[in-house]
């Protein structure tokens, strides 16, 4: 029989192995984006009338959560697909998030938004792929897609590795905003759901 502690010691240090790889890979394609693009990015969320939201899967949710932070700074945020979210118009930003750049639903979207003038937003590790043409701006993650040979690029299954930097890219974006806007925690507070 084995030892318990010595097991519990060995999955410790599986763990802990794991945990370093992940935030290792993490850290190093967050300091591998472009301080252009992050300075572009800002500006397009600052300047737009009303930022709204699409992706597919764990890319979506990832937005759902940064289009609930930029609702505790005050701006005027919507997720695509949710019953009262509005059209789209000229002077509004979609922000879309797909690693390939060819997800059928949020490059669809994209056309839409390009069409009716109002501005892109293209998080994505693919800068030449359709949703990457049709972008006013581009943040380009340099991450595995889903199909790739993500072995180069990342232990983590699939497009984890893409999802994760959309989510801490995202909450970077949000910080930048909040440090420039001057904003208290005690004013973003105030705009947080209360009918839970």
């Not at 690029?153 to 995202?170: H, R």
Request: glycine content about 8%; overall charge negative.
């Amino acid at each position: 029989m084995q030892d318990p502690k010595g097991t519990e010691t060995s999955e410790a240090s599986s763990f802990s192995a794991s945990f370093t790889a992940i935030l290792e890979e993490l850290k190093r394609t967050l300091l591998a984006l472009s301080e252009a693009q992050l300075h572009t990015a800002v500006q397009s969320l600052l300047c737009a009338r009303r930022v709204f939201f699409v992706g597919a899967g764990r890319s979506r949710l990832a937005l759902e959560m940064a289009a609930m932070r930029l609702m505790h700074l005050g701006l005027t945020v919507y997720v695509a697909g949710e019953v009262v979210t509005p059209a789209i118009e000229r002077g509004d930003l979609l922000v879309v998030a797909s690693g390939s750049g060819t997800t059928a639903g949020p490059v669809r979207a994209a056309r839409v938004a390009k069409e009716l003038g109002a501005e892109i937003l293209a998080i994505t590790t693919a800068p030449a792929s359709e949703l990457g043409t049709l972008a006013s701006a581009i943040l380009t993650i340099p991450a595995a897609v889903k199909h790739g040979d993500r072995g180069a690029i990342s232990i983590q299954y699939g497009g984890t590795l893409f999802e994760q930097t959309v989510l801490m890219l995202m909450d970077t974006l949000f910080q930048e905003i909040w440090h420039r806007r001057g904003q208290s925690a005690e004013e973003l507070w105030k705009r947080h759901a209360n009918l839970e």
